[in-house]
T-cell receptor, first 120, second 113 residues
Framework: AQKITQTQPGMFVQEKEAVTLDCTYDTSDPSYGLFWYKQPSSGEMIFLIYQGSYDQQNATEGRYSLNFQKARKSANLVISASQLGDSAMYFCAMREATPLTQGGSEKLVFGKGTKLTVNP | DVKVTQSSRYLVKRTGEKVFLECVQDMDHENMFWYRQDPGLGLRLIYFSYDVKMKEKGDIPEGYSVSREKKERFSLILESASTNQTSMYLC????????????FGDGTRLSIL
């Protein structure tokens, strides 16, 4: 079964500094996708960044980058130049990439999240 | 932009009531999902659907049912609400491509008294 582990229940960072949020995963599927979501206190889940298991380069989206180490089964999120608005819960999630038509599933498995607090 | 709309942000119901949570997406996505989120437990999948009138059980389907009569709408039904169903409910949709994210609604905070 697929599993996502986020070992940091809470993290603190000073404004304008970089922070790394850890995510490790476990799967026997050779093809899978990894996602990071942000959830502010208002509750909505906001998609941040995606990494495919066969992608050769680490994904980047603005101030977000993903440090993907396939052999270690880790997909850590790096936020550069933290802002006060980055304070939120962050969730790592995994989905197997085999399509439904080939017996796969579109389900996402989520980690339990990391609460990030950015201090001024 | 993808828009997933949940009918209520906050809802209060009584035990034994039949409760409907509605979700509508405007991007013609094939897949739709219902999750519940509880402190310390993260997000857990209740049901999902990959086509009209199709549904699949997720990890915690007990006490819930779903309906998908139209592609854009996915309803979650609590047949007889109980206090342990007090939770945050999140609806999501996605197209049928593995590298595309699920897009979430704003969530419904449901309290069962």
């Amino acid at each position: 079964a697929q599993k996502i582990t986020q070992t940091q229940p809470g993290m603190f960072v000073q404004e304008k500094e970089a922070v790394t949020l850890d995510c490790t995963y476990d799967t026997s599927d050779p093809s899978y996708g990894l996602f990071w979501y942000k959830q502010p206190s208002s509750g909505e889940m906001i998609f941040l960044i995606y990494q495919g298991s066969y992608d050769q380069q680490n994904a980047t989206e603005g101030r977000y980058s993903l440090n993907f180490q396939k052999a270690r089964k880790s997909a850590n999120l790096v936020i550069s130049a933290s802002q006060l608005g980055d304070s939120a819960m962050y969730f790592c999630a995994m989905r197997e990439a085999t399509p439904l038509t080939q017996g796969g599933s579109e389900k996402l498995v989520f980690g339990k999240g990391t609460k990030l607090t950015v201090n001024p | 932009d993808v828009k997933v709309t949940q009918s209520s942000r906050y809802l209060v119901k009584r035990t034994g009531e039949k409760v409907f949570l509605e979700c509508v997406q405007d991007m013609d996505h094939e897949n739709m999902f219902w999750y519940r989120q509880d402190p310390g437990l993260g997000l857990r999948l209740i049901y999902f659907s990959y086509d009209v009138k199709m549904k699949e059980k997720g990890d915690i389907p007990e006490g819930y049912s779903v309906s998908r009569e139209k592609k854009e709408r996915f309803s979650l039904i609590l047949e007889s609400a109980s206090t342990n169903q007090t939770s945050m409910y999140l609806c999501a949709s996605s197209p049928g491509y593995s590298n595309q994210p699920q897009h979430f609604g704003d969530g419904t905070r449901l309290s069962i008294l």
